[in-house]
């Protein structure tokens, strides 16, 4: 019932739209009623129609970052998180998109600068704790690594993930147990970790 009433309510805006092309509020919603039904594109479009008659309107200058990340275009993803930022310097969350479209971009001092912006505002921001892990791991920064893992597992247990990047990060430092404990808690979670059971192998030959 609820999907045929979102066809019904996209027209409903377009005609409000239609009435009155200024109507902010209506080219907002028919946005968003565009992507509910997939018409990504039309979406878009219409969004950064609100901005233009509105270049203040922040949720619009928020949804356009997440709907550019979502779609790999990491650029107007940044550029739409900072126009959010100058409107609302402590939204975290535009930080955090800025973050994993530098990531993605291979910008990672970058990332670093955007994640630590969202631990100023929520230290105990995990996600992004195990984001840093990553980009650290990828400069070959391991005790940095290690710090950031070591503060995702002591939230979550059981994430899997976070104990084989530690072991990995481990064994780069030549820490062999510690890394084979880690590589073991990844396996115990996860019983198709092939890739901890390969690294158990290189270390017990």
Known sequence: MQDEMVPKTLEAYRKAVELDPENVAARYQLALEYLRVRRVKEAIAEMQRVIILDPKHLDAHFQLSLWYYRRCMFHAAIEAAKKVLTLDPANHWAYYR?????????????????????????????IVHYNLGIIYERKRLWH????????????????????????LAYKRLGVRDLAIGEFMAA????????????QLHTLQV
């Not at 059981?158 to 072991?167: K, M, P, Q, V």
């Not at 396996?187 to 390969?198: C, K, P, R, V, Y």
């Open 98 to 126: 800025m973050g994993k479209s530098y990531f993605h971009l291979g910008k990672l001092d970058l990332a670093i600068q955007s994640f630590e912006k969202v631990l100023d505002a929520d230290s105990a921001h995990i």
């Open 144 to 167: 940095d690594a290690i710090r950031e893992f070591s503060r995702v597992v002591s939230e979550n247990p059981e994430d899997a993930s976070s104990h084989f990047h530690l072991g």
């Open 187 to 198: 396996l115990n979670l996860d019983g198709e970790d092939s890739a901890s059971l390969e």
